[in-house]
């Protein structure tokens, strides 16, 4: 009997919480500053993934094809530096929040790895243009933005979290490692 007064109880209140109009708060920002931080870090995948497109369709023979990948990887570092501003201005994340962008992360990271490899396959037309140290320098340059990126989402993340954090960023300073070795 006394298990049929709680469940009653249960959901008495759990009918009159999903009736409650709901307040909005300074709380309410944060779920909108989680898709901000979402949709910064896709839009800098979906940039890396023109830049794999342009490296992985160079021939290495077309000025036209070095001046777009070019362009394109100083739209990557523009990308990584735009999700670095929206982490610092983002509130500090929740657990829940923080775990919710494994999927998101480990993502970018497979077209990094991808794009990477592209770049490392490359290298010899890359050295055949004259471009081996200004390919070097971009990879450094890109490697900086996520290292200051991942400081500042670390920053951001709960203690409880913050080695999960820290693993993805070690898989991103791997990723460009090897890379800029391939071109030292």
Known sequence: MLFKNV????????????????????????P??????????????AETVT????????TGADQAEVAAIRAQSAVVLASIN????????????????????????????TTLDNTLDIVVAKKPQVDALGLTSEVHQTLIDQKAAIDTFGTAFLGKVPT????????????FNTSFNAAIAAYA
């Open 82 to 109: 735009t999700a670095t501003g929206v982490v610092n201005a983002s509130p500090a994340l929740t657990l829940v929040q923080a775990l919710g962008f494994a999927t998101t992360i480990q993502s970018l990271q």
């Open 32 to 45: 909108r500053q989680v898709a901000n931080i979402r949709a910064a870090l896709l839009n800098t995948q």
């Open 51 to 58: 830049l794999s497109n342009l490296f992985s369709a160079a």
């Open 160 to 171: 409880a979290a913050q080695s999960i954090a820290q693993g993805y960023i070690d898989d």
């Open 7 to 30: 469940i009653v109880a249960a959901t008495a209140f759990f009918g009159y919480a999903a009736a409650s109009p709901v307040v909005l708060t300074e709380k309410s920002v944060e």
